[in-house]
């Protein structure tokens, strides 16, 4: 027997229209690294210690612009 999901239910913003959630790329090390303007190293070492928000999915360090400027306002 076929396993049956929930609807799922979206708003309409203003015009009428679905609203979508807010969607943040990820960067890769050498990215994020740039926009930091430090070598990549640098930033799996630092994510690594945790001083950066990262994630680490297999073998590649994957970062949001928003926890890389968080990082930047508090040093």
Do not use: C, Y
Request: charged content about 30%; proline content about 5%.
């Amino acid at each position: 027997m076929a396993r049956r999901f929930p609807p799922v239910f979206s708003k309409l913003d203003a015009n009428g229209r679905f609203s979508v959630p807010e969607f943040e790329p990820l960067l890769n090390s050498e990215q994020a690294a740039e926009l930091l303007q430090i070598h990549h190293k640098t930033l799996q070492r630092l994510a690594r210690r945790g001083d950066i928000r990262g994630s680490h999915i297999g073998k590649l360090w994957r970062f949001r612009v928003s926890d890389l400027n968080a990082w930047f306002e508090r040093n």
